[in-house]
Nanobody, 124 residues
Framework: QVQLVESGGGLVQAGGSLRLSCAAS????????MAWFRQAPGKEREFVSA????????YYADSVKGRFTISRDNAKNTVYLQMNSLKPEDTAVYYC?????????????????WGQGTQVTVSS
């Protein structure tokens, strides 16, 4: 059984930074792509960023490109999301997800395990 536990969310002022972490339990973490999605109140869950099994292929949503950085440490079974220059529109619950394959994808249907989410609130 795979469990994903996010941490690092919180309240920050616009322009600030946060670093999210997602710790995975279970075997073969390094074989699968991982991703971050977010969901704001009243909106659908949306793609933020994804990383391949090796870290060699990375995708970002246009809205976060240049501000967010995804990375992974396979030795620690952990994926990270460094968020800089945060904006009020980044406010959402952020979810970590594990792909069914080794390669990143931007659609939720490609991910079969999800964390419980961590709240990020950016004040103006």
């Amino acid at each position: 059984q795979v469990q994903l536990v996010e941490s690092g969310g919180g309240l920050v002022q616009a322009g600030g930074s946060l670093r999210l972490s997602c710790a995975a339990s279970g075997r073969a973490f390094s074989s699968y792509a991982m991703a971050w999605f977010r969901q704001a109140p009243g909106k659908e869950r949306e793609f933020v960023s994804a990383i391949s099994w090796s870290g060699g292929s990375i995708y970002y949503a246009d809205s976060v490109k240049g501000r967010f950085t995804i990375s992974r440490d396979n030795a620690k079974n952990t994926v990270y999301l460094q968020m800089n220059s945060l904006k009020p529109e980044d406010t959402a619950v952020y979810y970590c997800a594990r792909s069914q394959t080794s390669w990143p994808d931007t659609t939720t249907r490609e991910y079969d395990y999800w964390g419980q989410g961590t709240q990020v609130t950016v004040s103006s």
